[in-house]
């Protein structure tokens, strides 16, 4: 399935969800056809599961390209709140198989050698405890051969190294923290070598990393998003200056 098919696919999925998902998943419908794409490429016809995706399109997505899809995540965002488990069941009437688990808290549980793709995106700094345990849990659940696919915003990104020297730069908004009954926001951001760290750790080989710049595609000013299109392309070749970063890696 090419990216314009794909890119179509994943419109008519939006129209399913509910409208309050309608604008921001419109404007992920880029970056979901790149992790959908790689994934496939990486285990075509195989079991997927996504760590932490919510009410994404990712495990949506892997549906359409032909894979088996799991979706774990605890579900507790505001979001979920507002919307109630009632939109889960359009995940489940497309195939995905939809698991709750705080995976920190109550480990990730998986069989072992039980899939050929495991994926986390913009999660990972989300997490208030170290992630070591059940990252060496997911490694024993991939299968011989099987590919772990890392996704997370860049805490050194070119975008950050200029606004912190303006005195901006935050990571999380103020109401996020303040407002809300349990922090959800992002607690620690990767780098390039934090994400290399995590893949000797898991003992991963193969391992290589990629940048992406999405928010920008989606910026509300017209001068961004026309400029990302340029600029895009040319941060990829130093991924550490990207505003997203990915790291993949294989288990022997």
């Avoid at 195939?95 to 549980?109: A, N, P, Q």
């Avoid at 607690?187 to 990393?209: C, K, N, Q, T």
Wanted: glycine share 10%.
């Amino acid at each position: 399935m090419n990216a314009n098919h794909l890119a179509e696919e994943f419109a008519q999925l939006v129209r399913e969800l509910p409208s309050a998902l309608h604008d921001v998943s419109m404007r992920d419908i880029r970056r979901q056809v790149f992790h959908v794409s790689t994934v496939a490429a990486l285990a075509q016809g195989g079991r997927v599961c996504d760590i932490g995706g919510g009410v994404g399109l990712f495990s949506l997505g892997c549906t359409i390209a032909g894979l088996e899809a799991v979706l774990v995540d605890d579900f507790a965002d505001p979001i979920n709140a507002e919307l109630g488990d009632g939109v889960l069941d359009m995940y489940r009437a497309h195939g995905v198989k939809v698991l709750r688990r705080d995976v920190i808290e109550e480990g990730f549980s998986a069989e072992p050698e039980s899939f050929d793709v495991i994926t986390s995106f913009d999660n990972i700094e989300h997490l208030h405890h170290s992630p070591k345990t059940l990252l060496h849990e997911v490694k024993k659940a991939l299968r011989p051969g099987g590919w772990f696919f890392l996704g997370a915003p860049n805490c050194v990104d070119l975008k950050k190294r200029v606004t912190v020297l303006l005195g901006r730069g935050k990571w999380s908004g103020m109401a996020d923290w303040y407002e809300q009954p349990r922090f959800r926001g992002h607690v620690r951001e990767p780098d390039s070598d934090d994400l290399r760290y995590i893949a000797r750790d898991m003992g991963l080989v193969d391992v290589r990393i990629e940048g992406r710049n999405w928010n920008g595609y989606s910026d509300r000013r017209r001068w961004v998003r026309r400029s990302i299109g340029y600029l895009d392309p040319l941060l990829q070749r130093r991924p550490s200056l990207c505003s997203d970063i990915y790291i993949m890696g294989r288990r022997e």
